[in-house]
């Protein structure tokens, strides 16, 4: 055991940036095709080879880019939808507990039943949920 210890002591140093840098790309490739592709240690990004060959396009020019969206987006006009929007809404808006009480009290004649219920109900949360 201790003779493996000093075998590999003398790998601890050895700086894997430098002999990377020193690599060819030819043999860069070549390394990259011996990785282990199931290792879960590396990078996604890793394990997965490279495969693009195309050479670069060119420069990259920002606001010639965003000239260009613009210009398209104004060119073509949206599609219609399907329904048209009305504004209604469809589902129920949250009611709180108090909310329920104060108007039920405004009716002439509230049930003395139903406001019963609700004093003896649960209390309820007083606002909507967060992911109302």
């Known amino acids: ?3 493996m210890k000093k075998e590999l002591e003398k790998y601890r140093d050895v ?3 430098e ?3 020193k690599l060819s790309d030819e043999e860069l490739r070549e390394l990259e095709n011996e990785l282990d592709q199931d290792d879960t240690h590396l990078p996604a990004g890793l394990r ?3 495969q693009t060959k195309k050479a670069p396009t060119g420069a990259f020019h920002r606001d010639e880019l965003l000239a260009h969206l613009e210009k398209q987006a104004k060119d073509h006009p949206d599609k219609q939808d399907p329904v048209p929007y ?3 809404k469809r589902e129920k808006p ?7 009480v104060s108007e039920i009290n405004r009716w002439p004649h509230p049930p003395t039943l139903l406001l ?3 004093k ?5 949360p007083q606002s909507p949920p967060a992911d109302f």
């Open 1 to 3: 055991m201790a003779f």
């Open 15 to 17: 700086d894997e940036d």
């Open 19 to 21: 002999i990377l840098r």
């Open 48 to 50: 997965q080879k490279d």
């Open 86 to 88: 009305t504004g209604e």
């Open 94 to 100: 949250f009611l709180s507990q108090l909310q329920i």
């Open 116 to 118: 019963n219920l609700l």
């Open 120 to 124: 003896d109900a649960p209390a309820l």
